[in-house]
């Protein structure tokens, strides 16, 4: 079984993110990283895409890599920026004859230069699962945002717009964040909106206070003061990194408590993180 969709009927899942390496030490590097995380048992990897195409190959080759050469169903992610239908069809129709079954559809986010900016024929993520459906047999993701997507006008009028892509497609994960109650009131108030599908938290555990203060001014997600103050008061990088696991554990463990499908894991192609994570829960491994 191998559809993420099927999965999550089934039971909780485990999953792990990655970026694809760009250069061979970098490939290596993953291949090392995937193989440590293996035992562990995710119920399935996926492997993001530079929006507008940037990674095109370097996904495409890490999905098929993981397809062929491991025992975990890979998810690939696609995005509408910058890609006309056909390109599109192009390369679900490689992932299809390889037996990947799993995408992650997304937006994407326009270059910082609008220079760069390449025509798309889709205005957003829920255009791109419309084509998805029609034109494969796919288990299907999407992105949601928790504490509001940040070009969102309010967060009653994303929550309207995630549920309304959502409903076409079989499961979503979340962009990371730090407290509990965001992703309560994110299942609660699309529940409100009559859709009930999965809902995976996206786990980002922080051991560099300075890149998560990056990425969460990126994604819109609040960097909380009481985690702040926390990993502040470490006293070495050493301190801080077991700090943030610590509170990422917490995290977890809250959300299972509340009943998420299962926990996706923003690993950084890195393993410590998410293997110490998973210690501390007592996750069954294998
Ligand atoms: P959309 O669903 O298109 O939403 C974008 C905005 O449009 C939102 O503000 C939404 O409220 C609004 N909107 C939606 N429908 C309507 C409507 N009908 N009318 C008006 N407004 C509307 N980016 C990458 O480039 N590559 C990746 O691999 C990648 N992986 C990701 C993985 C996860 C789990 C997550 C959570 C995000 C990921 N992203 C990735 C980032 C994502 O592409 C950006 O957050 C992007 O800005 C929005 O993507 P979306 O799929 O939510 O877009």
Redesign the pocket.
């Known amino acids: 079984m191998a559809r993420i969709g099927d999965l999550l009927a089934a039971g909780r899942t485990y999953s792990f993110?990655f970026s694809p390496p760009k250069t061979a030490a970098a490939s290596l590097s993953l291949g090392h990283t995937i193989a440590e995380l293996q035992p562990l048992g995710p119920s399935f990897v996926s492997v993001?895409?530079?929006?507008g195409g940037s990674t095109r190959e370097h996904t495409r080759d890490t999905v098929l890599w993981v397809r062929r050469e491991t025992s975990v169903p890979p998810m690939a992610?696609l995005?509408?920026?910058g890609h006309t239908r056909d390109e599109i069809s192009a390369i679900v129709s490689t992932y299809v004859e390889a037996g990947v079954e799993n995408v992650?559809?997304?937006?994407?986010?326009p270059p910082k230069n609008p220079a760069e900016a390449r025509p798309s024929d889709y205005e957003?993520?829920?255009d791109l699962v419309e084509h998805l459906r029609a034109e494969a047999d796919l288990s299907l993701g999407?992105?949601?945002?928790p504490e509001g997507?940040p070009?969102?006008p309010d967060l009653a009028?994303?929550r309207r717009?995630?549920a309304?892509?959502l409903r076409l497609a079989d499961f979503a994960?979340?962009?990371f964040f730090f407290d509990v109650e965001h992703y309560v009131s994110l299942v609660n108030d699309l529940a409100d909106l009559g859709v009930t599908k999965p809902v995976l938290p996206?786990i980002m555990p922080v051991t560099n206070i300075a890149q998560v203060t990056r990425m969460a001014e990126l994604?819109g997600a609040e960097f909380p003061a009481w985690l702040r103050d926390r990993l502040e008061a470490a006293t070495d990088p050493e301190d801080m990194r077991r700090i943030g696991i610590e509170s990422a554990t917490e995290l977890c463990a809250a959300l299972l408590e509340v009943g998420a499908p299962g926990l996706?894991f923003y690993t950084l192609n890195k393993s410590s993180a998410t293997r110490e994570i998973y210690a501390q829960l007592g996750l069954p491994v294998g």
């Open positions: 993110e993001t895409y530079g929006a992610h995005t509408c920026v992650l559809a997304l937006g994407g986010d957003r993520a829920i999407v992105a949601a945002h997507h070009r969102s009028t994303d717009h995630l309304e892509k994960i979340t962009q996206g994604s996706h």
